[in-house]
């Protein structure tokens, strides 16, 4: 196993809910490998009390605040910054979640002002974090800056309804910001397109089940885990991954890539004798 790949470095984790949670596995494997940092959800996800369990392990402490509110942004960074005391080397937006997609609104029946909502947390919360981290000058030179995505931002999947469209935006979203901030202070950008994975956000997914089953005999390695995620990201806010930047990295044995696998026609044919 690599060792302290991240000595040093500071930042934020944004999205730990409970130990499911991509974001919780990623804190942990950022603690292992040597970085310090703040974490921090919405004040609602802190009520839940499970987070505090984490930052107690991370020796840490949380910051609350509201993605979606530019000045409770702000806010934590002036904290963080105080509390770290210096500038951060990493941002994980690892945030999610849609109304329509929660009280199980059909693509063809959606509430618009839910879908404001499902693109403002889900989406634009990732450009102001970069935002706001561009006006405080709070990155460092080749600071690493990961949020989360769903192949469903390039492909039609009927279950993920306007998660789909907040999903593209996301993406599109490291390819502008990292190019503008490549060039200002060699700051990188990048999503990660990860596999389902059994959380509270992937949960509350209509259909979650079945297709997590299908994805995981579609893909040659099997679905990727939170924990492996977690592991890819830390790579990703390491100094060996550098030059990558305004990437969609796809993060999911291989699903993206498979035509059918052999499983899956066996699955099909066991199902149709
Ligand atoms: P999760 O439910 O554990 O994490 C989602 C987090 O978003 C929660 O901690 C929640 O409190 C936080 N959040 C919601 N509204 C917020 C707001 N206004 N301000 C600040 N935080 C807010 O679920 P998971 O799966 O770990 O989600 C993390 C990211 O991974 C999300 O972007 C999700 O879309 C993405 N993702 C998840 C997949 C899955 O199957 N679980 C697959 C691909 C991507």
């Keep these: 196993m690599p060792e302290n790949l991240l000595k040093g470095k500071k930042g934020i984790i944004t999205g730990a809910l409970d130990e499911n949670s991509i974001a919780w596995q990623a804190a942990l494997k950022a603690k292992e490998q040597g970085a310090k940092f703040v974490l921090t959800n919405a ?9 505090k369990e984490l930052a107690d392990h991370c020796d840490t402490i949380i ?20 509390y770290l005391g210096g500038n951060f080397d990493f941002l994980l937006h690892s945030i999610g979640m849609s109304p329509n997609v929660r009280k199980g609104k059909p693509y063809g029946d959606l509430n618009y002002e839910w879908v404001q909502k499902s693109y403002d947390v889900s989406a634009i919360s990732f450009h102001k974090m970069l935002q706001v981290a561009e006006k405080k000058d709070i990155l460092n030179e080749w600071a690493s800056v990961v949020g989360l995505s769903y192949i469903a931002a390039q492909r039609a999947f009927p279950f993920y309804s306007d998660m789909s469209e907040a999903k593209a935006i996301l993406e599109s979203i ?40 299908f994805a995981d005999i579609a893909s040659p390695l099997g679905n990727a885990s939170a924990a492996s995620c977690a592991e890819y990201i830390v790579t990703l806010f390491s100094d ?12 999911d044995g291989g699903y993206s890539s ?13 199902n149709n004798k």
């Design 258 to 270: 498979s035509g059918i696998t052999q499983e899956l026609i066996d699955v099909f044919m066991e």
């Design 43 to 51: 004040p609602i996800a802190m009520r839940m009390g499970a987070i």
């Design 174 to 213: 490291a390819r502008n910001y990292g190019l503008r901030y490549g060039k200002l202070k060699k700051v990188r950008v990048n999503t990660i397109s990860q596999s389902p994975t059994k959380t509270t956000a992937g949960s509350g997914i209509g259909g979650f089940n079945d297709f997590y089953d």
């Design 240 to 251: 060996f991954t550098r030059m990558v930047t305004m990437q969609n990295l796809f993060h």
């Design 63 to 82: 910051i609350p605040a509201d993605a979606t509110s530019v000045e409770d942004i702000e806010k934590l960074y002036d904290e963080a910054k105080e």
